[in-house]
């Protein structure tokens, strides 16, 4: 495949095709799907549901960026590459790092420790509410008296704070690329 000139249509729908991809992703994941399950679900269910979907989610996630990021710098050579592309390759590094650190270690952490303690809430009767404020104060009379759920509730908010931070800067990365696409639609 030579990249000396224009890129093919097939290959700028290959690369708007993996950036459209993973930002409907993004956005259905983060905005609507969670919250919809979270106001209709027990606990558990929603939980289980979280524990196979969004390790599913961060890795597509994570190799949509990485084909962004191939696919962009195979048609912009550094040699020839503006300050406008070398940060879209940057933005794309970003997003790949990013996305692959929370693949690979917040969200397997946030699932583990997840499942961990709806094993102490099965056995304490609780997890069969629907959303979190629904009786949020056996839950910390849990944290309360249990020292082992009271760490793992601690670590969990600690990866579930880490995971979205990770998540929001790959929708910015993935929003600043599509906006950068948008404006270069011609060349790609």
Not at 98 to 103: D, G, H, L, M, T
Request: hydrophobic share 45%.
């Amino acid at each position: 495949m030579s990249t000396d000139g224009e890129p093919t249509f097939s290959v700028k729908l290959l690369q708007l095709l993996f950036l459209s991809t993973y930002w409907g992703m993004q956005i259905w994941v983060t905005f609507i799907s969670s919250f919809v399950m979270d106001n209709h679900l027990n606990r558990h269910t929603y939980g289980f549901i979280q524990s196979r979907l969004v390790p599913f989610y961060l890795h597509l996630g994570s190799a949509c960026a990485f084909f962004n990021l191939t696919i962009y710098a195979v048609f912009h050579p550094s040699d020839t590459m503006n300050d406008r592309e070398a940060f879209q390759i940057f933005v794309f590094f970003v997003s790949v790092t990013i996305a692959a650190v929370n693949a690979q270690w917040f969200g397997q952490m946030t699932s583990e420790i997840m499942a961990d303690m709806h094993l102490i809430e099965q056995a304490c009767g609780l997890g069969q509410d629907i959303g979190l404020s629904s009786n949020r104060e056996a839950y910390a009379k849990l944290c309360e008296t249990d020292v082992k759920y009271k760490h793992l509730s601690n670590r969990l908010w600690l990866y579930r704070l880490l995971s979205s931070l990770c998540n929001l800067c790959c929708i910015g990365c993935n929003f600043h690329s599509l906006c950068y696409m948008a404006e270069n639609l011609v060349t790609l």
